[in-house]
């Protein structure tokens, strides 16, 4: 597995939308830099169920393991946690009339998605995010 660590504000990574539109594809620019979502069941990694550690598309710090993944049925890849403390972090979104937690990657701030207190065992969180903002580094083989 990849080692997390947490940054410090000053480490952050910032880059213009320019030069994230330079990097990312259309579908991972909207959603990690404009707060996009990407429609249920149409992200590669809803159903996915390959070892490995899912990075930030945006930076490629580990976020999440595939240990931590589970099916929530909601057409989004969903974690139960983070794979580090500090690996994102939490602000409240009021948009479109709602209190909801959005998560992003805490270094480059990407939006990844949000997260609910209804998740399973152990920690009853679901961390709902879009494929667009990450990217599955496979377990190496030994
Ligand atoms: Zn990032």
Known sequence: M???????????????DAEW????????????????????FTGKYHKTKDPGTYTCVCCGEPL???ETKFDSST???SFYK????????????????????????ARCD???GHVFPDGPRPT????????????LKPEEKK
């Not at 403390?85 to 409240?92: D, S």
């Open 124 to 135: 009853g969180m679901r961390y709902c995010m879009n494929s667009a903002a990450l990217d």
């Open 75 to 77: 057409g989004w890849p």
């Open 21 to 40: 539109q330079a990097q990312l594809s259309p579908d991972q620019y909207r959603v990690a830099r404009k707060a996009g979502t990407e429609p249920a």
């Open 82 to 105: 983070p794979v580090a403390e500090g690996a994102v972090e939490e602000h409240t979104d009021r948009a479109y009339g709602m209190s909801r937690t959005e998560v992003r990657c």
């Open 110 to 112: 990407a939006h990844l």
């Open 64 to 66: 999440f393991s595939s």
């Open 2 to 16: 990849l080692e997390a660590r947490s940054f410090p504000m000053t480490d952050k990574i910032q880059k213009s």
